[in-house]
């Protein structure tokens, strides 16, 4: 971990779920960090497609599409916006990641 930020733009993003995490928040009912991101920093973000994503624990053990709730499961995109006060994150995706 890098920074605390509310908002921050990555390049080359990896998007991963820990599932002995997830079990251990679903045990435990607390909170714990253990779905992430992760790629290099960059000031801004330029769009070629896009997709709001979220994540949620108690109901699925991945990420999914903010928009339908469809499974997120691209492993890698092009970029991504976090914004934490609205506990999603934009992911971008460059020509050879779309699905």
Known sequence: MKAH???????DVQWKVSQAGRRRVLREKQKNVHAFAIGTIRTRLISLRA???????YLDTHFNVVRDG???LVRKSAAAHFDVRRGMALAVFGREEER
């Open 5 to 11: 930020v509310h908002a921050i733009v990555l390049q």
């Open 51 to 57: 997709e709001w994503v979220h994540y949620n624990p």
């Open 70 to 72: 469809r499974p997120f």
